[in-house]
C-alpha cells in the first residue's frame, strides 16, 4: 500500500499571506494525485487533480505541482474561506487508494 | 449538477451488519465509477472502496476486505454497502462520491455509530 505523508500537520497563516503545503507518496505515483478541501460539519470539496488541474470552478488561487513523490498544493493569498483541512490523495498503481492525514489551515 | 444522498446510518451493535444506500441524480449514474469513503470522528477521510460503471470490478481497502461489500443498482441510480460484524472502530461517516480515483460529487454523508 502507497502511504501519503502531508506536512505540516497544521499550518498558521494570516489572510493574504501565501500558504504551501506538502504531501509525499512512499513511492512514485506519477501524477496521479488529487487535493481536497474539508471544512467542519462538510463533506470534501474537490480542488486538484492530476496533481495540477483545478477542478471545475476552483479559484486560479489554488495552485497544484509535483510528480513522482514530491506533491505541493499553493494557496496564493489566504482568504477567510479557505481556513480548512487539506488532504492529498493518490489514485495511482491500484485500487486501494489512500489519502495523506491531513493539513489544519488555521488562522494565525 | 450531481447529487448524492446516502441514508442508512444509525446506532448498530457491535457485530451486526448494517447496509447504507446511495441515490445519485443530476449525472449519468450508470456511467460513473462510485466509490464510498469514511471519516471517524475528528480523525481524516479513509477510502473504503469502489465499483466499476456496470458493477464487474469491485476494489476495497485492505484492511476494511471481507467484511464490506459494494453495490450498484443502474436502474435504481444507487449505491450500496453492506457492512458485516461491525466494531467501534467502523464508527464514521460514510460518503458516497463519483469516480474511480479522484471524486467530484460527493454526498453530505450518513454516520454510522457502532455500540454494545
Known amino acids: 500500500e502507497i502511504v501519503m505523508t502531508q506536512s505540516p500537520a497544521t499550518l498558521s497563516v494570516s489572510p493574504g499571506e501565501r500558504a504551501t503545503l506538502s504531501c509525499r507518496a512512499s513511492?512514485?505515483?506519477?501524477?496521479?494525485l488529487a487535493w481536497y478541501q474539508q471544512k467542519p460539519g462538510q463533506a470534501p470539496r474537490l480542488l486538484i487533480y492530476?496533481?495540477?488541474t483545478r477542478a471545475t470552478g476552483i479559484p486560479a488561487r489554488f495552485s497544484g505541482s509535483g510528480s513522482g513523490t514530491e506533491f505541493t498544493l499553493t494557496i496564493g493569498s489566504l482568504q477567510s474561506e479557505d481556513f480548512a483541512v487539506y488532504y492529498c490523495?493518490?489514485?495511482?498503481?491500484?485500487?486501494?487508494?489512500?489519502f495523506g492525514q491531513g493539513t489544519k489551515v488555521d488562522i494565525k | 449538477e450531481g447529487q448524492l444522498v446516502e441514508s442508512g446510518g444509525g446506532l448498530v451493535q457491535r457485530g451486526g451488519s448494517l447496509r447504507l444506500s446511495c441515490a445519485a441524480s443530476?449525472?449519468?449514474?450508470?456511467?460513473?465509477?462510485m466509490t464510498w469513503v469514511r471519516q471517524a470522528p475528528g480523525k481524516g477521510l479513509e477510502w473504503v472502496a469502489n465499483?466499476?460503471?456496470?458493477?464487474?470490478?469491485?476494489y476495497y481497502a485492505d484492511s476494511l476486505k471481507g467484511r464490506f461489500a459494494i453495490s450498484r443498482d443502474n436502474a435504481e441510480n444507487s449505491l450500496g454497502l453492506q457492512i458485516h460484524s461491525l466494531t467501534d472502530d467502523d464508527t464514521a461517516v460514510y460518503y458516497c462520491?463519483?469516480?474511480?480515483?479522484?471524486?467530484?460529487?460527493w454526498g453530505r454523508g450518513t454516520l454510522v455509530t457502532v455500540s454494545s
Open positions: 462520491a463519483r469516480g474511480k480515483g479522484w471524486t467530484d460529487y
Open positions: 443530476g449525472f449519468n449514474f450508470r456511467n460513473s465509477w
Open positions: 465499483i466499476k460503471e456496470d458493477g464487474s470490478e469491485r
Open positions: 513511492q512514485s505515483i506519477s501524477s496521479r
Open positions: 492530476d496533481a495540477s
Open positions: 490523495f493518490h489514485y495511482s498503481t491500484g485500487p486501494p487508494y489512500t
